[in-house]
């Protein structure tokens, strides 16, 4: 299907760069990337339309939208709100000289406060087409208590974009936008979900399995996803396809039951993208959930800056290791490094520190009492690694006082004490398995790896994870050798 003219689209390339691109978080949408957000909107049934491109840059989608729509034989009405007073320039000059639509209406202002604008008169779409930007909202700006003020609760400025197109949506109206894929867990977004979840269905979704090909131009290093939304109830199905790049040379469909995509749980609502290269339903062969398994997950204690008197570099009487992130290397704990620069590696409980004694009778809730083992994993990862999910067995034989977990890692445990070797090593190679790292992925878009998400996963029995970490246990081979598909369901 041809949406924009050859010369359509070279006169959209060779729009000069904005100064204020690092300003307005403005990426432009590449032409084939347009092309192919085009062709996810349902075939219109409509004689007219009306099409709302918002942070439009260089109107490269609302262009194409309109083109597609006039050839089908319809009226297209199309309006175009950019806030770079020198993109709006080029916007109306070229990019809007010779417009498939029947009428146009270009706005050089900021859409967060257009939006209010129209919706006041009324004024709804057919369509709307966006890529927004992407930038944290500060939360004391006015730009977030100008959205606070109208019920709109999010943390970055892409949010709000999609949350305002849906509301300027007529009823049964189409979104399709091309996003960071941050927003499909964690609790920044909770509330962006919940709004998706009871005002619009989500129809589709297209994921690329490489991070930096879709904006390359700007050398933009993002996992992105675009999402096709209906202003209706959620479709028993969603459509979900998948290329390399954004060439779409090589795209591949799947058709996922809704419950499948929209997870609601007792931490609220999740969306997963599952990923194509296995297909493999874990839930089939891991249908536990953490509290099945009699483990618990806590994000370390020891925030080291509010407990700078506590933390020293040298050891002595009645200090226990302080381990981070840094401390977790080759699949194990390296203890002490004497090398991290400015931080000490050695936790002193202070007696009386806290009022009372906790559950497990330590005067210091900081410190993980020893005996037995329990199971660390990073808080945090670079979206370079090919892991999300990086864990490691803490072996307290080789700590006899305790030990102390920084706050930058995650930490798992009975009771706040220590369980036994087979458990351990078995839940550490689940954790890093590839298996259980493409069903992370499939519903989290950030590198951070929350306690609230390594609650939410699901978990082989107990007693299947120590049949894999009596596999697992001191094996060299690689760890994808030891879980698979087919051992979890052997396992089972």
């Not at 930007?133 to 977030?144: A, I």
């Not at 490489?210 to 999402?227: A, C, G, T, W, Y």
């Not at 931080?343 to 009372?356: I, V």
């Not at 107990?462 to 009596?470: A, M, P, T």
Request: charged share 20%; proline share 4%.
């Amino acid at each position: 299907m041809t949406v924009l003219t050859k010369e359509k689209v070279e006169q959209v390339r060779r729009a000069p760069t904005s100064d204020n691109k690092a300003k307005y978080a403005q990426y432009f949408t590449p032409a084939e990337v347009a092309e192919y957000m085009v062709g996810m909107f349902a075939d219109s049934s409509s004689l007219q339309a009306s099409v709302l491109d918002p942070g439009a840059g260089e109107g490269i989608l609302g262009l194409a939208l309109a083109s597609r729509l006039s050839q089908g034989g319809t009226e297209t009405a199309t309006t175009f709100i950019e806030i770079d007073e020198c993109v709006f320039d080029t916007l109306k000059k070229k990019a809007l000289k010779d417009t498939f639509a029947c009428s146009t209406k270009s706005i050089n202002g900021d859409f967060i406060k257009e939006s209010a604008r129209l919706l006041q008169s009324g004024e709804r779409f057919t369509h709307v087409i966006m890529n927004p930007p992407y930038f944290k909202l500060q939360r004391n700006s006015n730009t977030s208590h100008y959205l606070m003020s109208c019920g709109i609760n999010v943390t970055n400025i892409y949010a709000a974009f999609i949350w305002l197109g849906l509301l300027l949506l007529q009823d049964k109206g189409q979104l399709v936008a091309i996003v960071p894929r941050s927003f499909c867990n964690g609790p920044y977004f909770l509330k962006f979900r919940e709004f998706i979840s009871q005002s619009a269905s989500i129809e589709s979704i297209h994921t690329f399995s490489s991070r930096d090909k879709v904006f390359s131009r700007d050398k933009v290093l993002q996992e992105n996803v675009i999402i096709h939304l209906a202003k209706k109830p959620q479709s028993k199905s969603v459509r979900v396809t998948y290329s390399s790049d954004q060439s779409f040379n090589d795209v591949e469909e799947a058709i996922f039951p809704a419950n499948q995509i929209v997870g609601h749980r007792d931490s609220g609502i999740t969306i997963s993208i599952p990923a194509y290269a296995s297909m493999v339903n874990l839930r089939d062969y891991a249908g536990c959930s953490l509290f099945d398994v009699n483990l618990e997950v806590s994000t370390g204690p020891v925030v080291d800056f509010r407990l700078k008197s506590q933390i020293k570099k040298v050891s002595g009487q009645g200090s226990v290791p302080l381990l981070y992130p840094a401390h977790m290397k080759d699949g194990q704990i390296s203890w002490p490094l004497n090398n991290l620069p400015k931080k000490g590696e050695h936790y002193y409980p202070q007696a009386g520190f806290f009022d009372s004694l906790d559950s497990v009778g330590l005067a210091d809730k900081c410190v993980s009492p020893s005996g037995g083992h329990y199971v660390a994993v990073r808080r945090f990862s670079s979206r370079e690694e090919k892991r999300r999910i990086y864990a490691v067995v803490v072996d307290t034989a080789d700590f006899a006082g305790g030990v102390a977990f920084e706050n930058h890692l995650n930490y798992f445990h009975r009771g706040k004490r220590g369980f036994d070797a087979d458990l351990a090593y078995g839940l550490s190679a689940y954790l890093n398995s590839s298996v259980l790292d493409e069903h992370f992925r499939s519903f989290s878009g950030h590198t951070q790896v929350n306690a609230t998400d390594l609650r939410n996963i699901p978990y082989p029995s107990e007693d299947q994870l120590r049949r894999i970490g009596r596999v697992a246990l001191g094996r060299p081979a690689p760890i994808d050798s030891v879980v698979t598909p087919d051992l979890l369901k052997d396992c089972a």
